[in-house]
């Protein structure tokens, strides 16, 4: 049985704890609302490049265009949905300090 799969998961998370390890530093200097935004900015950019390299064409790309939109969106939205439900259930001690 390979280690890769759990390997690839490794690394995914180590990416993910690391871009919010930076967004929260810069977000204690610039403010969350900016890197909020610098965050959503990024990802659109890099989802569109991606895209464009990952395409056997201009021509696929742009067949592809609306249904890779919604397949992100869509994405976005289950984890979006998912972390703030995490963020409700756990309120009290990740937002609220007393």
Known sequence: MSDKPQKDEE?????VEDIIALANERAEQE???VVNGALQQAAAHFNAFYLAVSSESREDLIEDKDQVIQDF???YKRTLATSLED???NYDAQIKSD
């Open 11 to 15: 690394i995914f998370w180590t990416a």
């Open 31 to 33: 403010g969350l609302g």
């Open 73 to 75: 969106c869509a994405s």
């Open 87 to 89: 963020y409700i259930e």
